[in-house]
């Protein structure tokens, strides 16, 4: 129950960061924009893309959210592999 409910908030707080870094309009709209020089697939590596500047909190909550989510999983993963095991908790 643990690892499901950190799962779910780490994913809150990782969507939510995400969504705030698309959406954030910013003072002046400053965007950079950078070219690439000869890529070798322009699919996986396209030719030009833009870097938007955000501000911190917003890549801060992006990675607690992160590190929150994996903490869930591998508590998720470990139960349920002890379960297949057949190893039971003290």
Known sequence: MF?????????????????????????????????????????????SFEMFEVPDYFLRYLILGVFITTVGITIVASTLLKRLAGIEDD
């Open 3 to 47: 690892g499901f409910a950190l799962l779910a908030i780490g994913l809150l707080i990782s969507v939510g960061a995400w969504n705030g870094i698309l959406a954030w309009q910013g003072d002046d709209r400053r965007i950079v924009h950078v070219t690439y020089v000869l890529p070798h697939n322009r699919i996986l590596f396209p030719a």
